[in-house]
Each structure stands twice: as C-alpha cells, then as structure tokens.
C-alpha cells in the first residue's frame, strides 16, 4: 500500500512562507502524478498544485505564482514553498502521492495556520 507522511505545517504570520514537504513510499513515485490540495473548515477538499513524475506543474488560480511545487524521485518526496501567505489560505493541507489512485493515496495533513 503506498504511505504518505506529510510535514512542514505551522503558524506563519500574513506574508509569511512555509516549506511543506511529503514523502511517499509503497509505489514507483517516479512515475505518479502526485499532487498538494488543501481543505478549510466547512469547505471542500481543493486541489493547489500538482506535478507528474517528469517535473511538469499544474496550479491552482488562487496559488497567483506564490507556491513552488517540486519532486525528488531519488528520495521519494514531493514539496510545497509557500510564500506570501494570505489569512485565506489557512487549512489543513494534504498530500497524495499518486493522484491515479483509488483509493486515493492521502497523508494524514499537515495544518497551516496564517495570523494577520
């Protein structure tokens, strides 16, 4: 089965930056479109940014160039830099190590809190 451990959340102020990293293990990670999404209170679980196995990105609108989503498939780790940080960006986030999965392949979460 393939296991997701996310880490890197915390409490940043507004215009702050977060790393959160991902490593993924059980699957040929090399290969997996692999992905960061994101869910507030009372909403949706949302997609924020992705990437396949050959490093070719997909973000959301709402990401306006702030966040950086890369890969290392030599250590089975997938990142997100996040950089100024709104107040509407608080949210559990969460990694999926294989965005083809079913069932879908999520981490625990890792939660980003952001003070004004």
């Known amino acids: 089965q393939v296991h997701v451990v996310e880490s890197g959340g915390g409490l940043v102020q507004t215009g702050g930056s977060l790393r959160l990293s991902c490593e993924v293990s059980?699957?040929?990670?090399?290969?997996?479109?692999a992905g960061w999404y994101r869910q507030a209170p009372g909403k949706q679980r949302e997609l924020v940014a992705s990437?396949?196995?050959?490093?070719?990105?997909n973000y959301a609108d709402f990401v306006q160039s702030r966040f950086t989503i890369s890969r290392d498939n030599t250590r089975g780790t997938v990142s997100l830099q996040m950089n100024s940080l709104k107040p509407e960006d608080p949210a559990v986030y969460y990694c999926n190590g294989d965005l083809s999965r079913i069932p879908p392949a999520w981490g625990q979460g890792t939660q980003v809190t952001v003070s004004s």
């Open positions: 059980g699957t040929i990670f090399a290969i997996n479109v």
């Open positions: 990437i396949t196995g050959r490093g070719r990105t």
